[in-house]
Each structure stands twice: as C-alpha cells, then as structure tokens.
C-alpha cells in the first residue's frame, strides 16, 4: 500500500499553492467527468460488472495520476515502508529518552534500546 504526504496547503508559497490549485482542479474535471458518465449510466439503464470493473480501474488511475503530478510538482512525497519504520523508530527513540530524564529523576536504571 503505498502512502501519499501531502504538504500542508497553509506552508505553501502563492506560486505553490496556483499549482495545488490547477492539478486538484484538473483532478476534480476528469473525476467528474468519467463519475457522472458512470453513474449516470447506472442509475438510468445500469452498467455490466465489465463495466464497473473499467470504471474502478479507470477512476483509480485519476486518483494515481493526481498523486504523481502532486509528487512531480514537490507538493506531496511518496512515504515508503523504510520511511515510516525509521519514523517510528526515532518517535519510540525519543519517548524513551523523555522517560530516561523521568528514570534519572528517581535514580532508576536507564532504559536502552539496540
């Protein structure tokens, strides 16, 4: 599963942010696009399951596309598994040090970690 960060739209800078807005609008346009066909469809005469099944894959590649174009522009970042395992690494690396400062207070044995 792949795990998209998006930056925080409030630290971008206005020619950041005119980006943002023209790759989320162009995303919107052919979300909308290929879901009102689709539904649109299904709601008057109903779609086949092969139908359904191009929708999916099609609509999950808008989506895929939004994110690369997010990425390409330095908007957002591909988080890999290595990348979060050495996240909570540090997390967990910090709690213990803040509950060390509390051990030391009460003259208990350090924790370690390897």
Known sequence: MKHIVYRD????SEPEKDIRKRIDDAHK???????N?????KRSVGVT?????????EHAAIHDKHDQDLIDAGL????????RM?????????RIDELNILRAEKG???LEIS
């Not at 957002?76 to 990348?83: E, F, I």
């Open 49 to 57: 399951v092969e139908e359904a099944e191009t929708f999916r894959v």
């Open 37 to 41: 066909v689709f539904y649109g469809k």
């Open 86 to 94: 050495a996240l909570e690494e540090q997390d967990l690396r910090n």
């Open 29 to 35: 346009e052919a979300h909308d696009a290929l879901s």
């Open 108 to 110: 208990l044995r350090q």
């Open 76 to 83: 957002a970042w591909l988080k890999t598994d290595n990348d």
């Open 9 to 12: 739209i409030r630290e971008l």
